[in-house]
Nanobody, 114 residues
Framework: QVQLVESGGGLVEIGGSLKLSCVAS????????MNWYHQAPGKQRELVAQ???????IYTDNAKGRFTISRDNAKNTVTLQMNNLQPDDTGVYYC????????WGPGTQVTVAA
């Protein structure tokens, strides 16, 4: 059974930082592309950052320069370091594993106080 579990969300002031983590189990983590998605209130889920099985990181324009995605294959973990958080970053952040199938975590809430 595949499980993805996110942690690290919370309430932060404008300009603050959070580090999200996602621990995966039940899959060959090292061969999966891992993604972080953001769903703002009332909006669709959108990709924020991606890291391939080879370690190549890709960011949306909004995340470039502020967010850093990384992975530790030995710990089956992908992290998202988020700096200079803004009110538009508020929402639920989801971890996604993508290769032969598509797996999602339950999400972790991030709230940036306006």
């Amino acid at each position: 059974q595949v499980q993805l579990v996110e942690s690290g969300g919370g309430l932060v002031e404008i300009g603050g930082s959070l580090k999200l983590s996602c621990v995966a189990s039940g899959l060959a983590f090292r061969i999966y592309t891992m993604n972080w998605y953001h769903q703002a209130p009332g909006k669709q889920r959108e990709l924020v950052a991606q890291i391939t099985d080879g370690g190549t990181a890709i960011y949306t324009d909004n995340a470039k320069g502020r967010f850093t995605i990384s992975r530790d294959n030995a710990k089956n973990t992908v992290t998202l370091q988020m700096n200079n958080l803004q009110p538009d970053d508020t929402g639920v952040y989801y971890c996604n594993a993508d290769r032969f199938a598509d797996y999602w975590g339950p999400g972790t809430q991030v709230t940036v106080a306006a």
